[in-house]
């Protein structure tokens, strides 16, 4: 009997960073890495069964969250309710300036200031704010669906002179040169992705997946590497969304109490607004814990306590910490 | 002695819905309004006492928070420690798409497809997504720096076939045409802006402004105008950041049990990179009371508290409800 390979989502298009956060995660399973052209479609081929897994991003480090992947999960429509977090992989960024294929062998100090248009995908104008400013000040900014489009963009472009912000892959993937590479504002600039999986899904349910992030390798401060490892080993994170009525003073601190009730710490909160009267939110909740005999059900326990204050409250998924944060 | 008339920055250019925000909020008084490119440049006028307060936007009721508004607040090089919060203004969102003048004299039902670019504000284009949808779909999309920029450049572009999405007082200042008005996707989209002020200015020290806001029309629900009124002057709002050391296990939910501790409803919850480190955030956390002699002082014990369990922690100004929630 031979098994049928793993289909993984991505955000497309090809030699975009979701593509390359997917190719490292997936690296050691036998996968298909199939683009998908927008954040709603690749929830829907998991919420289908069509794919095995998806691969999102989340957070970068600079940016802040990703609010398309927040609308996401807040899924008003309730059209993605077996789709949970199953991981997540940390993927160290670095931008390149693209520009056509040999037209600045001698790289940025020959760069005569020619390009009159730039593209990238709006989160990484702001990751590399420093640079375009030093070198790209005042020239016209393109909004792209994804950096490599961008890259895209530039080696098919005849007439204008125009550069891409995008990877060192994107730049092989179309035959584009890099005029400046790490142009990102900050050595450490990661972006956070999350991995989906449908909670129905035979194919997947047995698998324990650890998706080791390229920037595990960097040191953990504070602690040797074997401590660290052990931690990251025993640490999970969990993932709930809640909206509370907002007519009844107290709602949010009270919700907020329960994870601390249960021993769950609280590493960071969203907000998106509940698009069902204004100035009311949905709050994604994450929450880490060491996994003991005594927590194992602190998650649960949280959720019916949650029911209790709360208008609505959903469970988004538990997975295994790679960042290895004291929590 | 005749009093100087107030100095007012907005976000500029002129007609953008800053500009609108500003004017509105500042009629009763005598007040020159002044444009800026950016809003840290607003926020360096209110900082040097050039202007006397800012109008900025902060959040909107589809869209969720404005990020550069939080990263300003972030004040990562403390370069704005004396701006605060005093006021916030309500400004209903009417969009509009916009053509050349008498291009298209009988409205959308004559609209022929030759629009090849639209041109707004990012924001703005989440806040239309089903009129875009329906009628402009594939078409390509330019980011400007305000929704009046749009409306310019669709006024001064001779040869291609544009549109931009912006108000229709930008129309009537740039000279173009609406080929469709209301084209947002929800009659109560409401941006809310807040307005700052510099606290060792003497010249708005007295002052106490009531920003009445062009949403405060609306009825509110459960309860008469009369009672929702008196409730309106009676509650505050107030906006606080802190960051915490997140290799302390509950530290976030130690610091939100504060407000709680002195009576501070919490509203709404905001998070940043704090770019300090990797995942480690800036918060921002908006509360409110309904003031009485007993709870007067709720704001600086909790501010007091807040220092032994946050790394730091700032009081970002206290001011009015302007929008009637209970609270």
């Known amino acids: 009997?031979?098994?049928q390979k793993l289909k993984v989502a991505f955000l497309g298009p090809l030699a975009s960073f979701s593509h390359q956060a997917a190719a490292e995660s997936f690296k050691k399973a036998s996968a298909d890495l199939l683009p998908h052209v927008s954040f709603s479609d690749a929830f829907a081929s998991v919420q289908k069964q069509e794919a095995d897994y998806a691969v999102i991003p989340f957070e970068n480090s600079t940016n802040g969250s990703v609010v398309q992947t927040l609308d996401l999960l807040s899924d008003r429509n309730n059209q993605y309710k077996d789709v949970k977090v199953c991981g997540e992989y940390y993927l160290t960024v670095h931008h390149c300036l693209l520009v056509h294929?040999?037209?600045y062998p001698n790289g940025l100090p020959s760069y005569d200031g020619k390009i009159t248009k730039l593209y990238t995908h709006p989160q990484a104008w702001g990751q590399c704010e420093k640079f375009l400013n030093e070198y790209f000040k005042g020239v016209e900014r393109q909004d792209v669906s994804s950096t490599s489009?961008?890259?895209e963009i530039v080696s098919k472009e005849k007439d204008e002179c125009v550069g891409a912000i995008a990877s060192h892959f994107a730049a092989e993937y179309h035959g584009v040169d890099a005029?400046?590479?790490n142009i990102e504002d900050r050595a450490?600039?990661?972006?956070?992705?999350l991995i989906f999986r449908n909670i129905h899904a035979d194919r997947t349910a047995g698998t324990t997946l650890d998706f080791e992030s390229s920037s595990s390798q960097t040191p953990?401060?504070?602690g040797d590497s074997k401590s660290a490892e052990k931690e990251k080993e025993t640490t999970r994170k969990t993932l709930i969304s809640f909206s509370i009525d907002h007519s009844s003073p107290g709602a949010l601190a009270n919700a907020l109490l329960i994870f601390k009730a249960h021993g769950l710490n609280l590493t960071s909160i969203n907000t998106r607004p509940s698009l069902r009267r204004a100035w009311q939110y949905i709050f994604f909740v994450e929450c880490g814990r060491k996994v003991s005999v005594e927590n194992d059900d602190a998650v649960m326990k949280a959720l019916n306590d949650l029911r209790d204050v709360t208008e609505s409250c959903r469970d988004l998924g538990t997975w295994k910490d790679q960042l290895g944060v004291s929590i």
Do not use: E, H, Q, V
Request: hydrophobic content about 35%; glycine content about 4%.
């Open 1 to 3: 009997m031979t098994l």
């Open 101 to 103: 294929k040999n037209s």
């Open 149 to 151: 489009k961008g890259a």
């Open 179 to 181: 005029l400046a590479s």
């Open 188 to 193: 450490d600039n990661t972006t956070r992705f």
């Open 220 to 222: 953990i401060p504070n």
